[in-house]
Structure formats: structure tokens, C-alpha cells
């Protein structure tokens, strides 16, 4: 037995005293409401309704079972409402991460607008370049750079960045400007650290990988602390044009062997595999696309 439909027609029948009408608002033969409501009578072993050729009325036990059903029906109807509401508007909490230099030069400086236009939605944004687990720590999004691994979510590219050697004028002054790989062997490196502890540098000219050898004067894991060292003349730096573009505008920083041109990193918006996405998640996607990141960067 369909347990919802019988309960849901035979309050109907009640309201209507008709089966044709009852019938025809949930959408079924009158047939089909007759069998419904006997296979609901014989699993309560009562009668719901008496019958007579001008009137159906609920008996006593029927008018107390409707009038608790009632209750359920309508409260099931504010259920669905409210997730309907949910997935069409943007309530609730919506829990982001997001690469920390990149996060803080692109996301949060825009960040007021998306809050400023959605007063109901709660944010909650995690700035971290740890690789989270988004289901099981219940993110619904993030933006991740570099290469895509996790074939179980959603990824969509909404930008790309070239990498560059850069240095101050001031260094190249006192130390050179390097004109080939070779000579990087002779400079100060500060060194982007990646969670994998990855610190090798490598680029290509003529369709030929070649990796670079330089000393680590500095080695950290955030690329605005390297930016600020290698502005103060430190020594050269390895950094996505995000980072560097600024600086590039300014002439704190100078772009060195241009011709290696290294490979580029993918940003992409990542999200849970999801039949229906939630509105809040698809207008973070569209306000990350308003933002023009959608070009190299």
C-alpha cells in the first residue's frame, strides 16, 4: 500500500465528501481513490467513511484520524517549501575554501559585494592551500589550482596563470641578470614550497624540458611572503603572473628569462557531484564569473 497517497486522498475525500472530485485534485482515477482508501481502512482494521447514496461522511474514528492526519499532510507541505525555498534562494550557510594568496587578492576584496547582495545567506570562508576533502568535511565548494585529481566532484576552469621568474632591480644590480638557466646556479632562489615539498623549478624553450638549479635562500609555502622578499631584493622568485602582475605594473619586480616558458596553472571551481546544484552554490560560481577570472590572470 501506498500509505502517503491513501492518507493523502482520503483527506481529500473528506474535505470534497466526493470521490470523483478527490479523485481528480490528486490526480488518479476514481478506481484507484476507491482502492487506496479500502486498503487503508483494512490496515487500520476500521471504517474511515460511511457511505449512502447522497453523502460520504468520516465515522468517528475517521474524523480523529483525519484530523491528525491533517496535521501530518501540512506539515510535510511546509517541509517540502522549505527545501524547495533552499535550493531556489540563497539561505543558509555556505561553506567555501579557497587558496590563500589567491583568496586574498582576488575573493576577498569582492567578497562585501556577493555578501552585500545575499543578507540571508551565512558565508564561511576558509582560507587555506591544504587539499580538503569536500564531502567529508561538508564544503560546498572550493577553488583549487593545479592540476585536478579528484574525479568524484565537479570541476569547472574559470581561469589560467603563466608562471614567471622575476627579481627586483635591486638585485639584478648587485648580482646580474641571469641569461640562461646555467646561470641561476649562481643566484639567491626563494622557493615556493607545495604541500608535496616540491621546490624543483623547470620551464621549456624549444619544445625541451630543462629543470633549474639555484640555492634556496628562502623556502616558504605562502607566495605573498616570497613577493614582499623578493621586492626587499633578496633574491628571485618563481610565482604565478597572479602574484607577480602588480609588482610587474609597478617595476618593483623585473621578469627574468621570459623565453622559458613554464607550464600553466588551471584554476578551476570545484563542487560535489550533485543532481541539483543548490542556488546558493550556482550564484558563488556566477559571481566568481562576474569577476572577469574567467582570462589568463
Not at 28 to 39: I, R
Not at 140 to 152: F, K, P, T, V
Request: aromatic share 8%; charged share 20%; net charge neutral.
Amino acid at each position: 500500500m501506498d500509505k502517503l497517497n491513501a492518507i493523502s486522498i482520503f483527506c481529500k475525500i473528506v474535505e470534497t465528501q466526493s470521490f470523483t472530485q478527490a479523485a481528480t485534485q490528486q490526480n488518479m482515477s476514481v478506481a484507484m481513490a476507491s482502492k487506496l482508501l479500502s486498503q487503508l481502512e483494512e490496515h487500520l482494521k476500521t471504517r474511515l467513511l460511511q457511505r449512502t447514496t447522497r453523502k460520504i461522511m468520516p465515522t468517528e474514528a475517521g474524523m480523529m484520524y483525519y484530523q491528525r492526519c491533517q496535521g501530518i499532510l501540512q506539515d510535510l507541505d511546509e517541509a517540502d517549501a522549505s527545501i524547495s525555498n533552499m535550493t531556489t534562494t540563497l539561505q543558509g550557510n555556505l561553506l567555501i575554501s579557497v587558496p590563500r594568496d589567491f583568496g586574498l587578492l582576488f575573493i576577498s576584496p569582492n567578497l562585501p559585494m556577493f555578501i552585500a547582495a545575499h543578507p540571508n545567506l551565512h558565508v564561511e570562508v576558509e582560507f587555506n592551500d591544504k587539499k580538503i576533502d569536500l564531502l567529508a568535511e561538508g564544503y560546498d565548494l572550493a577553488l583549487r589550482i593545479g592540476y585536478m585529481q579528484d574525479s568524484s566532484l565537479v570541476a569547472r576552469k574559470i581561469s589560467t596563470s603563466s608562471i614567471h621568474f622575476a627579481a627586483s632591480p635591486r638585485y639584478l644590480e648587485r648580482f646580474g641578470i641571469p641569461s640562461s638557466p646555467n646561470d641561476l646556479e649562481q643566484h639567491e632562489g626563494l622557493l615556493y614550497k607545495s604541500t608535496l615539498n616540491q621546490v624543483n623549478w623547470q620551464g621549456a624553450r624549444l619544445n625541451q624540458t630543462q629543470r633549474f638549479k639555484i640555492k634556496s635562500k628562502v623556502v616558504s609555502n605562502n607566495g605573498l611572503a616570497l613577493l614582499d622578499m623578493a621586492k626587499a631584493g633578496l633574491g628571485i622568485v618563481n610565482l604565478p603572473r597572479f602574484i607577480l602582475d602588480a609588482a610587474f605594473k609597478t617595476g618593483e619586480l623585473v621578469e627574468i628569462l621570459p623565453e622559458y616558458k613554464q607550464q600553466e596553472l588551471e584554476i578551476h571551481v570545484v563542487y560535489p557531484n550533485r543532481r541539483h546544484l543548490p542556488a546558493k552554490v550556482r550564484a558563488f560560481i556566477e559571481f566568481l564569473t562576474s569577476l572577469g577570472l574567467c582570462s589568463e590572470l
